[in-house]
């Protein structure tokens, strides 16, 4: 079960780090991936570390200031956002998956494991 949290309301400019955490298990063997939603628009991909390897993919709309960095420790995964801007405002998902493959890790039909979904709401 994922557990998405740390959202909330930032001014322009600023920053802000959500986290995904796991319970009863681990990331270790998924690829985790972060997606975004904003009213009236599809959901888009924001960044992705892949299964294998730990290769990172980001969105070309938040190249450069976001990261995902991981602590395996906590079974969590983040994702550090900056520079923000207002329209990095929408409802944020972390999802996993076991047997996403590279060409695919975009796409949000192929996670199979999604957390609820955290409000970002930026702020000008």
């Known amino acids: 079960q994922l557990q998405a949290s740390g959202g909330g309301l930032v001014q322009a400019g600023g920053s802000l780090r959500l986290s995904c955490a796991v319970s009863?298990?681990?990331?270790?063997?998924?690829?985790v991936g972060w997606f975004r939603q904003a009213p009236g628009k599809e959901r888009e991909f924001v960044g992705a570390?892949?299964?294998?390897?730990?290769?990172?993919y980001y969105g070309d709309s938040v190249k450069g200031r976001f990261a995902i960095p991981r602590d395996n420790a906590k079974n969590t995964v983040y994702l550090q956002m900056s520079s923000l801007k207002p329209e990095d405002t929408a409802v944020y998902y972390c999802?996993?998956?076991?047997?996403?493959?590279?060409?695919?890790?975009?796409?949000?039909?192929?996670?199979?494991?999604w957390g609820q979904g955290t409000q970002v709401t930026v702020s000008s």
């Open positions: 999802a996993s998956s076991r047997t996403v493959i590279t060409s695919q890790i975009r796409n949000p039909g192929a996670y199979a494991y």
């Open positions: 009863g298990g681990t990331f270790s063997g998924y690829a």
């Open positions: 570390r892949a299964r294998s390897g730990g290769h990172l």
